[in-house]
């Protein structure tokens, strides 16, 4: 071999060693990742997301062997331990702050470090569960949980809890997937509601979507209307997730009518906007009963008032004066 053909062995091993960190550049760590993407694990991880107690990572680290392509679990205390670089702080910190503390812990070992830093499995997640609950709150959210698995950790809904909950998420990561999500006007958050009555009754399960870090679900007050008086069962009914509730529909909740209830007309009490004091409302209750008058639809927070029938009374009172002589009398003798 001539001399101008010939390659000095030093300068040889130098380029096949470049060749080959760019080639696991090109091809390994792009695999690596896209193997962990398909098990669900690290997809659409977000720039933002702050590593916590129990995240599993994955590092890829150019001509270091020791810590690469293994998994690394934060232990409770929020540290990492690793070959050469030994106990580090990763709570707290983000993917990228990470890579660039691992990238000055490693210039001792490798001239200049190369790493990537990937979430193989998200299970320190903060989760803000809020409203009509068992025992409302933030959650640190091990693992991947959907909407009712994190409501079970808040003890369920309260029997006065809405239909409709209310489900924000930080954009970084992803646009909530539910029909009708919306972005917030800062642009930062997506926002959709939940059918939480459609869920739990297991006729909406696409709305049990998976949660991520930082969700909060909100859960409202069901709208409550009153009937009280001569029924059955007075008390407060809560409105269910239909348009509208009427009257006859509120009395069937009450279980209907009393005997010596006023058939007639009754009374309904409602807050008119604007004021602190409801107004009186006047229905005429055997027209509606008796379908001559449309059936009137109520509104969250109305009173309807069932007054007792004044002769009613009368002829109760009367009878139960008579059966009180009638007992007194037999008692005593007068027969």
Not at 52 to 76: F, H, L, M
Not at 93 to 107: I, R
Not at 124 to 139: C, D, E, M, N, R
Not at 291 to 308: F, N, R, T
């Given at each position: 071999?001539?001399?101008?053909?010939?390659?000095?062995?030093?300068?040889m091993?130098?380029?096949?060693?470049?060749?080959?960190?760019?080639?696991?550049?090109?091809?390994?760590?792009?695999?690596?990742?896209?193997?962990?993407?398909?098990?669900?694990?690290?997809?659409?991880?977000?720039?933002?997301y702050?590593?916590?107690?129990?995240?599993?990572?994955?590092?890829?680290?150019?001509?270091?062997?020791?810590?690469?392509?293994?998994?690394?679990?934060?232990?409770?205390g929020?540290?990492?331990?690793?070959?050469?670089?030994?106990?580090?702080?990763?709570?707290?910190?983000?993917?990228?702050?990470?890579?660039?503390?691992?990238?000055?812990?490693?210039?001792?070992?490798?001239?200049?470090p190369?790493?990537?830093?990937?979430i193989?499995?998200?299970?320190?997640?903060?989760?803000?569960?809020?409203?009509?609950?068992?025992?409302?709150?933030?959650?640190?959210?091990?693992?991947?949980?959907?909407?009712l698995?994190?409501?079970?950790?808040?003890?369920?809904?309260?029997?006065?809890?809405?239909?409709?909950?209310?489900?924000?998420?930080?954009?970084?990561?992803?646009?909530?997937?539910?029909?009708?999500?919306?972005?917030?006007?800062?642009?930062?958050?997506?926002?959709?509601?939940l059918?939480?009555?459609?869920?739990?009754?297991?006729?909406?399960?696409?709305?049990?979507?998976?949660?991520?870090?930082?969700?909060?679900?909100?859960?409202?007050?069901?709208?409550?209307?009153?009937?009280?008086?001569?029924?059955?069962k007075?008390?407060?009914?809560?409105?269910?997730?239909?348009?509208?509730?009427?009257?006859?529909?509120?009395?069937?909740?009450?279980?209907?009518?009393?005997?010596?209830?006023?058939?007639?007309?009754?009374?309904?009490?409602?807050?008119?906007?604007?004021?602190?004091?409801?107004?009186?409302?006047e229905?005429?209750?055997?027209?509606?009963?008796?379908?001559?008058?449309?059936?009137?639809?109520?509104?969250?927070?109305?009173?309807?008032?069932?007054?007792?029938?004044?002769?009613?009374?009368?002829?109760?009172?009367?009878?139960?004066?008579?059966?009180?002589?009638?007992?007194?009398?037999?008692?005593?003798?007068?027969?």
């Open positions: 071999m001539s001399s101008a053909c010939r390659v000095p062995v030093k300068q091993t130098k380029k096949i060693v470049s060749v080959s960190a760019i080639l696991i550049l090109l091809f390994v760590i792009p695999v690596v990742c896209k193997e962990v993407s398909a098990t669900g694990s690290i997809q659409d991880q977000p720039s933002a702050v590593l916590g107690p129990s995240d599993t990572i994955t590092i890829q680290a150019v001509d270091i062997e020791e810590i690469s392509n293994k998994p690394i679990w934060i232990d409770t929020g540290f990492i331990n690793l070959p050469l670089v030994g106990r580090l702080k990763a709570a707290g910190l983000t993917v990228q702050e990470l890579e660039a503390q691992l990238n000055t812990q490693l210039k001792p070992f490798v001239k200049s190369q790493v990537v830093v990937a193989s499995e998200f299970r320190s997640q903060p989760v803000s569960i809020l409203g009509l609950v068992a025992t409302p709150g933030v959650f640190q959210v091990q693992g991947r949980k959907t909407v698995e994190a409501l079970s950790l808040a003890g369920g809904l309260r029997p006065e809890a809405g239909a409709v909950a209310m489900i924000t998420r930080r954009l970084d990561y992803g646009e909530i997937p539910l029909p009708g999500a919306t972005t917030d006007a800062s642009g930062q958050f997506s926002v959709a509601d059918q939480m009555k459609a869920l739990i009754e297991g006729k909406s399960p696409e709305q049990n979507i998976l949660i991520r870090p930082h969700d909060v679900i909100s859960i409202p007050k069901a709208d409550i209307l009153y009937v009280i008086g001569e029924v059955k007075s008390g407060g009914f809560v409105l269910s997730d239909r348009k509208r509730t009427t009257v006859i529909e509120a009395l069937a909740l009450a279980e209907g009518l009393l005997p010596e209830a006023n058939r007639k007309k009754a009374e309904l009490l409602r807050f008119e906007p604007g004021k602190d004091e409801r107004s009186k409302i229905l005429k209750l055997d027209k509606i009963l008796s379908g001559k008058e449309k059936d009137i639809a109520l509104q969250p927070e109305d009173i309807l008032i069932i007054s007792p029938s004044v002769m009613k009374g009368i002829k109760r009172r009367v009878g139960e004066t008579a059966l009180s002589v009638i007992t007194s009398m037999a008692i005593y003798g007068g027969f």
